[in-house]
């Protein structure tokens, strides 16, 4: 996978908007003006990119003793995000499902207002 196809999935779910509100190295990907994915575009210039994803506090603990790649989040909560490396031992069909993972745990945390606009706005 490459920072093309990251910005085209993470662009195609329902209600999701890009932001760099760090600085402008950190790109973020929001559903419902909250954060799902971040990236550092620096990282994938020299190749070693990664991204930080929410998930499910058992599930990130059994990631993190399965995959190499999968760490407690960077400079987040390290109970509820992974820090997930590229080009190690994460495939990139795990890494879509662990990016559906995040997506899907913030979506479900927004109001049923804000996912029902969401929704609409879609259709």
């Known amino acids: 996978m490459n920072i093309q196809q990251l910005y085209e999935f993470c662009l195609s779910k329902k209600g999701v908007t890009e932001h760099f509100p760090f600085d402008e190295d950190t790109l973020v990907f929001k559903v419902g003006g909250k954060m799902f994915c971040l990236t550092s575009l620096k990282e994938w210039e020299k190749g070693t990119p990664s991204l930080n994803l929410k998930c499910e506090p058992e599930r990130a603990l059994e990631l993190r003793a399965e995959y190499e790649a999968i760490n407690p989040g960077y400079h987040m909560s390290k109970i509820h995000w992974n ?3 590229f080009n190690s031992d994460v495939s990139d069909k795990m890494m879509l ?3 559906n993972h ?3 745990l913030v979506f479900k945390s927004l109001t ?3 996912q029902n ?3 609409e706005n879609e259709n």
Do not use: P
Request: net charge negative; glycine share 6%.
């Open 117 to 119: 606009e969401i929704l």
């Open 83 to 85: 820090t997930v490396g």
């Open 112 to 114: 049923k207002k804000i």
């Open 102 to 104: 995040s997506y899907e």
């Open 97 to 99: 499902e662990l990016i």
